[in-house]
């Protein structure tokens, strides 16, 4: 029997600047924001957008709809707490790793990003790869909706030059993380962040969240779905670079022996510990 993904549901609009904050902001003292036309009065922003922003708040895990009200996780009140208005990248790393390791709410997002094959490309390419994969598991799909969320993915993390609509010209944050380049018109590369921009503590809860024991080997990191390798575009030597600097904090033990790297995870911090050791400056760098 085939099933069916659910593609487009933010609309034809990628995150816009300043729309994640106000939604942030707004769903503190309002459970209602996203009801009726609750979200064109405190938002400002017209009745489509108010829907696709709802789709990527709940994409990346910041919003959740229970007994008809709609509300912040831990993670959006995290955000409240430490960078409302989300001044920081590393929120946004964050907000992008929400969103590209949750298949269910963005499967295009997820499969691009896990897919290593898919480093250099065009809309093409990648629209021939998710359209066999999907094929192939039997499920069923709109060439159209899947069109449209390529799209959305290349204009959220490039400022594009091929875009001519110009309703589709306002800049998504996610393309300030340097995660996507358009090498040329219409041809593009996943690129890597410096490690001055890219924190190890977002390495190292992308890690806690796909490791269920208490130790791994490094080898077998390296093609997992949702690792910080497929996650933040990483090499082999990134990934040890950043082990390391867990290493440093007393986060992870790393032993060489017999010829395996073995990772031992020495502490889980929670993502409200991550949050507070980040913003309050209080790990080694």
């Excluded at 929120?91 to 590209?100: A, E, M, N, S």
């Excluded at 963005?106 to 359209?131: H, R």
Aim: proline share 2%; net charge neutral; hydrophobic share 35%.
């Amino acid at each position: 029997m085939s099933s069916k993904v659910k593609l487009k549901r933010h609309g034809t609009f990628s995150l816009r600047e300043g729309w994640y904050s106000k939604g942030i902001n707004a769903l503190i003292d309002n459970s209602d924001l996203f009801t009726k036309n609750r979200g064109i009065e405190l938002l400002g922003i017209g009745s489509n957008m108010v829907t696709s922003l709802k789709y990527w708040m709940t994409a990346s895990d910041a919003v959740y709809y229970k007994n008809k009200k709609y509300g912040l996780t831990e993670f959006g009140k995290l955000i409240f707490d430490y960078d409302n208005y989300l001044e920081s990248d590393f929120t946004w790393y964050l907000i992008h790793l929400k969103i590209v390791s949750n298949y269910s709410e963005s499967p295009v997002f997820n499969i691009i990003q896990n897919n290593s094959g898919l480093n250099t490309f065009d809309s093409k390419d990648i629209q021939a790869v998710i359209s066999n994969k999907f094929s192939k598991e039997g499920i069923e799909f709109s060439i159209d909706s899947l069109k449209s969320d390529i799209s959305i993915y290349l204009r959220s993390y490039t400022e594009l030059k091929t875009i001519d609509n110009p309703e589709n010209n306002n800049s998504c944050p996610l393309s300030n993380l340097n995660l996507l380049k358009e090498v040329d018109r219409g041809y593009f590369i996943k690129t890597m962040p410096s490690t001055n921009d890219l924190n190890f503590l977002l390495v190292y809860y992308s890690l806690i969240e796909i490791i269920n024991k208490d130790r791994f080997v490094i080898d077998d990191v390296m093609t997992m779905n949702n690792s910080p390798i497929q996650i933040f575009n990483l090499t082999l030597d990134n990934f040890l670079y950043y082990l390391n600097q867990m290493k440093n904090n007393d986060l992870i033990v790393i032993n060489k022996t017999a010829g395996l790297n073995t990772v031992y995870i020495k502490q889980r911090l929670t993502i409200n510990e991550i949050f507070e050791k980040y913003f309050g400056g209080d790990f080694n760098v």
